[in-house]
């Protein structure tokens, strides 16, 4: 069974920066897509980011630069790094695994594997 397991979470003051990692195991195949999305109370759960094994980016639109995708792909460990992290930005983080291809990586419908999720809580 493929495994998604994310860490990284907690409190931060407004402004501060926060590293979010994801460490998948299991037989997760070939052109494995990761990716990350948050969920915010009484919302459904939205798109950040995700990254092809080659490196190719897709991200959304709303976040204004501050967060980064990155993977190490020897490790099959994803990572995110927020940055100017503001208190809008609470929410639980989730990791998600896409094995198919030339997929809408923006859609949780993409995705087939996903972690518990981690808590990211930003105080002003």
């Known amino acids: 069974q493929v495994q998604l397991v994310e860490s990284g979470g907690g409190l931060v003051q407004a402004g501060g920066s926060l590293r979010l990692s994801c460490a998948a195991s299991?037989?997760?195949?070939?052109?494995?897509?990761l990716g990350w999305f948050r969920q915010f109370p009484g919302r459904e759960r939205e798109f950040v980011a995700a990254?092809?094994?080659?490196?190719?980016?897709t991200q959304s639109d709303s976040l204004e630069g501050r967060f980064t995708i990155s993977r190490d792909n020897a490790k099959n460990t994803v990572y995110l790094r927020m940055t100017s992290l503001k208190p809008e930005d609470t929410a639980t983080y989730y990791c998600a695994g896409a094995s198919a291809s030339w997929l809408n990586y923006r859609s949780a419908q993409a995705y087939d594997h996903w972690g518990r999720g981690t808590q990211v809580t930003v105080s002003s």
């Open positions: 299991g037989s997760t195949g070939d052109n494995y897509h």
């Open positions: 990254i092809a094994p080659s490196g190719d980016v």
